[in-house]
C-alpha cells in the first residue's frame, strides 16, 4: 500500500483559553476528516483516493476498504474523469477549485449529484501533492431546483431568469405569449432586446438592487413584443442565489399593465369630467390629480393646486381632521361628510363636504384618497332663507296675536256694553 501522503498542518497555533492566557497546540487533519459531516476524501494528483471520512461512504454505499486505493475514475464517467483531472491541475495551479460538478455512481448504480470543493494538500516543504475534496449532495438541491423550474414553467404570470448582466436564462410559456416570441427567440437573449437604453438602464439599476437587498417592486418596463406593439409592464424581481448564497442574478415576474392603465385612463377620464370638485392624494395630503372643478370651486390654477399640500388650503385644526379622515379611509376604505372650509384665491372661506374613499395599487395596498367636495354654500344659503323666513313668520304670528288680544278685548268691552244698555232700558221700563 502506498504511503499516505503527509498532511501538512499548523501545529504552532496560538488559542486563548478564555483566562488571557495562551496555549500551543496542533490539528489533527485526520480528527478533522474523519468527523467532517460532508464527505470529506484527500486523493493524489493522480486521482487515487487516500483517506475519506464515513459521510463518503453513506453517500456512496461504498465501505472504507472498497474506496481507499481506488481511483476516483472507479465512481465518475470518463468525461468526469478528465474534468477532475483538469480540476486537480487547477488546484496545483491556484491552490483551489470550486463547484465542479461529479456525479458519482453508488453501489446501487443510483447517479448521484455533486458538487466539489477541493484545496491543495501540501507536503512539509510547501509543494502540491494532492487535494483535499469537499463533496456537497445535489439531490435535495436538484429536486428543489426541479420544484422551482416547474413552479416558473407553470406560473400564470410571465416569470423569467436572468444572470446579473441581463441574459434571459430561462421564460415561462406566459412570457412568450405576452411577447410573441417563441422560446427560442428569448433564450440566451439579454433582455435589452426588449426594451429601450433608457430601461435597460433602469434594468441594470434594478438588478443592483437585487444584489443589494435581495428584492426590487414595481420596476416599468415596456418591452416591444414581435408585432412591435410596446407593453406597459411592472417588474417585481428577487435575488438567484447559488448553493452558498452569493446572488448569480434574478426571478423576474412582469405583470400586464394594459388592462390596468385602461381601467386608470378610464378612472382618470372620469375624475376630470366629473361636475363635482374631484381630488386625488397620497396619505400625506398632497393633492396628485384634481379635475377643473376644484378650480372653478377654488379660483386656483390646476398648476397652483397640483403637488401642493391640501393644507394649503384649509385650517390648521381642519389639517388634524382631513388627516384623521385619511386614517379612516386607510382602515375602513371611506370616509363620508368631512366638513371642510377650504379658502379660495379670493379669500372667501368655502363651506364642503368631503366624501372620500381608499385609492389603491395593484396589490391591493391603500396607497391615498379620491375625493369629492360638495359646495355647501348654496345648501347653506337656503338654511339662512329658512331660518329668516321661519323668524319673520314667529314675528307675524306674535303680531296676530297681539291683534287677536285687541280684537277679543273690543268684542269683550261691546258685549258688556250692550248687557248694561239692556239693564238700563229694563230699569226704564219699570
Do not use: C, H
Not at 483535499?132 to 406560473?155: P, Q, T
Not at 416599468?220 to 412591435?228: E, I, M, V, W
Not at 381608499?358 to 355647501?376: E, H, N, Q, S, Y
Amino acid at each position: 500500500m502506498a504511503r499516505r501522503p503527509e498532511v501538512v498542518t499548523q501545529p504552532d497555533v496560538v488559542k486563548g483559553d478564555g483566562r488571557g492566557a495562551k496555549w500551543r497546540g496542533s490539528l489533527d487533519a485526520d480528527i478533522i476528516i474523519a468527523n467532517a459531516p460532508d464527505p470529506v476524501f484527500v486523493s493524489d494528483l493522480e486521482g487515487k483516493i487516500l483517506q475519506a471520512n464515513d459521510a463518503v461512504s453513506q453517500l456512496l454505499g461504498f465501505r472504507q476498504d472498497e474506496v481507499l486505493e481506488q481511483s476516483l475514475s472507479r465512481f465518475i464517467s470518463p468525461e468526469e474523469t478528465r474534468e477532475f483531472t483538469a480540476a486537480l491541475r487547477e488546484v496545483v495551479e491556484r491552490g483551489v477549485m470550486r463547484n465542479v460538478v461529479l456525479n458519482p455512481r453508488s453501489a446501487s448504480g443510483e447517479v448521484i449529484p455533486a458538487s466539489l470543493n477541493a484545496s491543495a494538500l501540501r507536503d512539509p516543504n510547501g509543494k502540491a501533492i494532492g487535494a483535499i475534496g469537499i463533496l456537497r449532495d445535489m439531490r435535495e438541491l436538484d429536486k428543489a431546483r426541479a420544484y422551482a423550474e416547474s413552479l416558473i414553467k407553470n406560473a400564470p404570470d410571465p416569470v423569467f431568469v436572468s444572470d446579473l448582466e441581463g441574459k434571459i436564462l430561462q421564460a415561462n410559456d406566459a412570457v412568450s405569449q405576452l411577447l410573441g416570441f417563441r422560446q427560442d427567440e428569448v433564450l440566451e437573449q439579454s433582455l435589452s432586446r426588449f426594451i429601450s437604453p433608457e430601461e435597460t438602464r433602469e434594468f441594470t439599476a434594478a438588478l443592483r438592487e437585487v444584489v443589494e437587498r435581495g428584492v426590487t417592486r414595481n420596476a416599468r418596463l415596456n418591452p416591444r413584443s414581435a408585432s412591435g406593439q410596446v407593453i406597459p409592464t411592472t417588474l417585481n424581481a428577487s435575488a438567484l442565489r447559488n448553493p452558498d448564497g452569493k446572488v448569480i442574478g434574478a426571478i423576474g415576474i412582469l405583470r400586464d399593465m394594459r388592462e390596468l392603465d385602461k381601467a386608470r385612463a378610464y378612472a382618470e377620464s372620469l375624475i376630470k369630467n366629473a361636475p363635482d370638485p374631484v381630488f386625488v392624494s397620497d396619505l400625506e395630503g398632497k393633492i396628485l390629480q384634481a379635475n377643473d372643478a376644484v378650480s372653478q370651486l377654488l379660483g386656483f390654477r390646476q398648476d397652483e393646486v397640483l403637488e401642493q399640500s391640501l393644507s394649503r388650503f384649509i385650517s390648521p385644526e381642519e389639517t388634524r381632521e382631513f388627516t384623521a379622515a385619511l386614517r379612516e379611509v386607510v382602515e375602513r376604505g371611506v370616509t363620508r361628510n368631512a366638513r371642510l372650509n377650504p379658502r379660495s384665491a379670493s379669500g372667501e372661506v368655502i363651506p364642503t363636504t368631503l366624501n372620500a374613499s381608499a385609492l389603491r395599487d395593484p396589490d391591493g395596498k391603500v396607497i391615498g384618497a379620491i375625493g369629492i367636495l360638495r359646495d355647501m354654500r348654496a345648501y347653506e344659503q337656503v338654511v339662512r332663507d329658512l331660518e329668516k323666513s321661519k323668524t319673520e313668520l314667529q314675528e307675524k304670528i306674535l303680531d296676530l296675536e297681539k291683534f287677536e288680544e285687541v280684537v277679543v278685548g273690543r268684542e269683550l268691552k261691546m258685549i258688556a256694553l250692550e248687557k248694561e244698555l239692556e239693564s238700563l232700558r229694563k230699569k226704564s221700563k219699570g
